[in-house]
């Protein structure tokens, strides 16, 4: 055995040149990850339901994990490869204009990363996301007993205003943030299916097809690849650990029991 890499066959080079990069392993992971801990939250917030979970400690648990996960993704919008940047993504109001009149003749482009569209309900995700796990940090249970480490516990004083206020979001700000995931994900299986646009298995497999797409300037499609992949991995422990500090740093400053 010679150790080496084996050149690509005529073959295996030929399908290599037919795919593009497009979204790296650690927006994939991201996205995935979080997709299991918004699922947690949502299955362990009844404190009497089939997960038993009357001290909401695994509710608690997967809302710090998307803290995390929030601040890693806010890092990596500026530490990311090209599609992940936020100053790739995010479109002024003429592209939306400019998108929508082209969906509706019919005519609308592929893009490589988020279409404008996209951009717009990732960042309402994403925001939604943050104030729903914030807001948990200050919220108790109905009796006052477990909650969020800066939760109102007194039982003989009202909660302050504020304080009822985030409480009061976090009930609320949970259906609105079911209902945007549900036309998220619908949006993307009917881009998946019915345009025949595989945004789905792009954010499983990291890949599109090489072909025509609206933000493919400056070869920025091809960023994604080129980034090494030990200076990419390097980057996300370093965002990791740095977002890990932020939210247990900041609940250890603030003084909150987990
Ligand atoms: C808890 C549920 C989910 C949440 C909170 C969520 C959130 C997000 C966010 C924030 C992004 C932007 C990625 C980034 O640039 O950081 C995204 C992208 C994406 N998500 Fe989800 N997602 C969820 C579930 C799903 C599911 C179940 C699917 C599959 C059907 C899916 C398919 C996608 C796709 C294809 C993209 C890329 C869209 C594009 O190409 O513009 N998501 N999602
Ligand atoms: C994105 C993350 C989160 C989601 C999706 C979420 C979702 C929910 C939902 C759907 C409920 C039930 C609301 C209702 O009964 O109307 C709830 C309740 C609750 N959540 Fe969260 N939550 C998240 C993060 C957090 C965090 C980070 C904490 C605290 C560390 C927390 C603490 C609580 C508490 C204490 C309750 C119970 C309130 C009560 O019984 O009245 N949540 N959450």
Redesign the pocket.
Known sequence: MTGGTAPASGGEAAAQASRIAVWDAPIRLYHWAQLAL?CG??YT?W?MSPSADPT?RW??W???G??VLLVFRLLWGFAGSATARFASFIPSPGAILRYAGQLARGRAPKFLGHNPFGALMVSALLLL?AA??LS??F????NGI????F?HFDMLEESPAWKAGL?RW??RG?NI?LAFIAIHVLVNLFYQFVRRDRLVTAMVTGVKPAGDYADDVAGQSHVAARIPARALTLRAILCLAAALIVVFGGLFLGGGKL
Do not use: E, K, N, W
């Not at 477990?146 to 480490?149: H, M």
């Open positions: 918004v939250a949502y917030q404190q909401m509710h608690r997967c809302g710090y998307i803290l996301l729903q796990a948990g940090l919220t108790a249970d109905s477990f909650g969020g480490p939760g409480q976090h009930h949970a943030l």
